[in-house]
């Protein structure tokens, strides 16, 4: 088991960039993938990126490839996710995750389906309005 803890989000503008960070404890952190979800009012939970134990493997939401960029730091036990260019549509709340796929595991299945994730950030809120 994983504890994590996000900050970063807030309110910006479209076209603004943010940077939500996500820190673990417990646990070893290069066990786990970290996957970024969001959940707008009204919707479920959507995935938004993940990367794999070794920050080698990325994965991202299409709405999101080319604005956001995700990266861990196994040595700080951190994630982020990068967004730039946001819109208002990527206005929601999000949550950071870990899983544990098996380390040799290619695929993305297991990374962009949130019922593999086991524990969870507290969320933060993200707002792009004008």
């Known amino acids: 088991q994983v504890h994590l803890v996000q900050s970063g989000g807030g309110l910006v503008q479209p076209g603004d960039s943010l940077r939500l960070s996500c820190a673990a404890s417990?646990?070893?952190?290069?066990?786990?993938?970290i996957g970024w979800f969001r959940q707008a009012p009204g919707k479920e939970r959507e995935f938004v990126s993940a990367?794999?134990?070794?920050?080698?493997?990325?994965y991202y939401e299409d709405s999101v490839k080319g604005r956001a960029t995700v990266s861990r730091d196994n040595a700080k036990n951190t994630v982020s996710l990068q967004m730039n260019n946001l819109r208002a549509e990527d206005t929601a709340v999000y949550y950071c995750?870990?899983?544990?796929?098996?380390?040799?595991?290619?695929?993305?299945?297991?990374?962009?389906?949130?019922?593999?994730?086991?524990?969870w950030g507290q969320g933060t809120q993200v707002t792009v309005s004008s």
């Open positions: 990367v794999n134990w070794n920050g080698i493997n990325t």
């Open positions: 995750a870990a899983a544990r796929p098996p380390k040799e595991y290619s695929g993305s299945y297991y990374y962009t389906h949130y019922g593999f994730y086991d524990d």
């Open positions: 417990g646990g070893t952190f290069s066990d786990y993938a």
